[in-house]
């Protein structure tokens, strides 16, 4: 994927402001497929590198007097805790094909302590926007990834993540819920993914079992190879998420996910790149599973998949079809819930997707509770296709031509400039979070 100038997401305290970016369009119409940007600032790109490479066994610190260079896979082992400072960026060394790199893992016993600010957020991205060289391009798949792995309950007992070779290292799982595996807030992660083999890729930010201790907060996943944001069991709580543009899930829930998610956006780019299974679209604003079929085809693993969703505001495009044409496949789903995963929805608004909110024939709709919430689909706002009903009590449902909005000031990223700002409770950005959300200080829409 090309390097593109994005209208920028320009807002204070989730209000729509003129002071953007120098390089944002701030009009209806803009090239969102120019390659005319430009990388980070020198301030950052004339910074001294250093390589890190193997395990890290003592606690560590990583300053923003340097960039940080991650050959391979890093792993911060038990024990140790990996500081890192506020204002810091990360980036890989060269990839070379088949080869696992860029991936920093958080292993069970370990921590991480990053803590960026609003004014001052810490960076994982490709390495091409850190060269100083405006003709070379960010990708997908340019950074590996974010891995945390705790001993919080999962439904499988013991599991290798997701993506990596199998090493007792990077296996998760255990039985302590309140597991606490540092602190991640203020930080952005752009470009991430890697893919060891179909379907079994690192994600932007992996959480393995991670528990309740742990904190996430205003935390971006951005143009990522996979999905933006993956919860493998555990019971971590985050809020204020933003999942942009990635090209598989821009969240995903498996393995006894029983969590709280609390403020998280997912929006589309029509112009990145889509998944695919079979030749159509796998691409889904939110998707969810208890258990996969070779751990247990009936899908009744305990504890099953039950995500508590607040205050979500899943966004894809204005109309079904654009000028230019979506990439191809384009999007499938806003939330697909399936093979036996459970799910509690609130206050939350889906809209732009071929089809809304989906109970899949391996899941049962009766546990599927919607509170509050306004869905949209191009060609059905809701589906149950094997058994039950779902649970509601405030439900709005369109399938209009036109997106709806659901009172979101204008949710669409290639409408024109967005802002996700809805008067009420439904959404993301109300009143009520928009001070805290800070959007305009720490999110980057403009690559």
Known sequence: MKKVSLVALCLAAGILV????????????????STAAT?????????????VSGDITTNTTWD????WEISGVVTVRSGATLTINAGTFIKSTVNTPNVQNGVLVIAKGAKINAVGTASSPIVFTSRYLLDGNNATVGKPGDFGGVILLGNAVINVGDKL??????????????????DNSGTIKFARIEFAGYVLAPNVEVNSLTLGGVGSGTTIDHVQAS???????????????PKYLISFANDDDQFDFDNGFTGSIQFAIGVVDAYSTHSASSGASDSNGIESDNNAPAEDATFSKLPK????????????TSAATLSPAITAPGLKWAFRNRRGAEVTVNNSLFTGYPSGIVADVDANASLVTLTNVSTHGF?????????????SSGLLTSTAAAAPTWGMSQPFFNSGTV??????????VIPTSAATWAIASWTKFTF
Do not use: M, Q
């Open 39 to 51: 990388d980070y600032p020198s301030s950052v790109t004339s910074l001294p590198v250093t390589t």
């Open 419 to 428: 802002n996700f700002l809805a008067s009420g409770t439904r959404g993301a």
């Open 223 to 237: 143009y990522g190879l996979d999905d933006g944001f993956e919860f493998f069991g555990g019971k971590v709580s």
């Open 18 to 33: 003129t002071s953007c970016k120098k390089e944002a369009n701030n009009g209806a119409s803009f090239d969102n497929r």
């Open 64 to 67: 923003a007097a340097h960039v």
């Open 379 to 391: 060609t059905a706002a809701t589906s149950v296709l094997g058994t039950g009903a779902f649970v």
């Open 305 to 316: 998949t039950h995500p508590t969703l607040s205050n979500f505001s899943i966004v894809g």
């Open 161 to 178: 993540i997701e993506g990596l070779a199998d090493d007792p290292k990077f296996h998760y799982g255990g039985t302590n819920d309140a």
